[in-house]
């Protein structure tokens, strides 16, 4: 992986292990940069000082699954949410707090597809896709607090005759308990 210098275009290399590095993430403060790599076999996230000085730290995650990636991570910087897919290849979210003991938690335990989730600004909610309905769609939910957690309907705009319109909103913002779309 390189970082870029948008200033004046000068490019700095920030990996040199020969594996596959990729799907780079930004701490919330710019300090750190998160990865996956496919080192010594398998996937797994790895974190370095955003500077390229210091050591690369191989953060273990238990679960076993062949894929993962990372979706967000919170913006006081506590959480990294991200996506697995499990030995049935089925895609869940989880959660790795990245203070402490960084004990990876399933974050969404269903029957279908759920990735590429985001916290809200505030880092109360969590919005993800899904293909719970047969059909992708986004689905918010409450953060902290997996399964036992609120959990609303896919948000769905519509035009003033009841016709769909998915994937006509530009973007949705929490207000109170309730999403709205603009």
Avoid at 158 to 171: K, L, Q, V
Wanted: charged share 20%; hydrophobic share 35%; net charge neutral.
């Amino acid at each position: 992986m390189w970082v870029v210098d948008l200033r004046d275009g000068v490019r700095s290399r920030f990996t040199f292990d020969p594996a596959l590095d990729e799907t780079p993430l930004w701490s919330p403060d710019g300090s750190r940069i998160l990865w996956i790599s496919q080192r010594g076999g398998g996937l797994n996230f790895y974190l370095k000082s955003a500077t390229g000085a210091g050591t690369e730290e191989a953060l273990a995650v238990p679960d076993p699954v062949p894929f993962r990636w990372p979706n967000d991570w919170s913006r006081d910087g506590r959480f990294l949410l991200y996506t697995a897919s499990r030995p049935d290849w089925i895609m869940q979210m989880w959660i790795l707090p990245m203070t402490g003991e960084r004990k990876a938690q399933p974050f969404t335990h269903g029957q279908s597809a759920e990735t590429q989730g985001q916290f809200s600004p505030d880092g109360h909610w969590v919005a993800y896709s899904s293909n719970e309905s047969g059909r992708w769609q986004v689905y918010v939910i409450h953060f902290p607090g997996p399964v036992a957690s609120i959990r609303f309907r896919p948000m769905v705009a519509s035009n003033h005759d009841g016709a769909g319109m998915e994937g006509s909103c530009s973007s949705f913002h929490l207000k109170r308990n309730s999403w709205q779309y603009r």
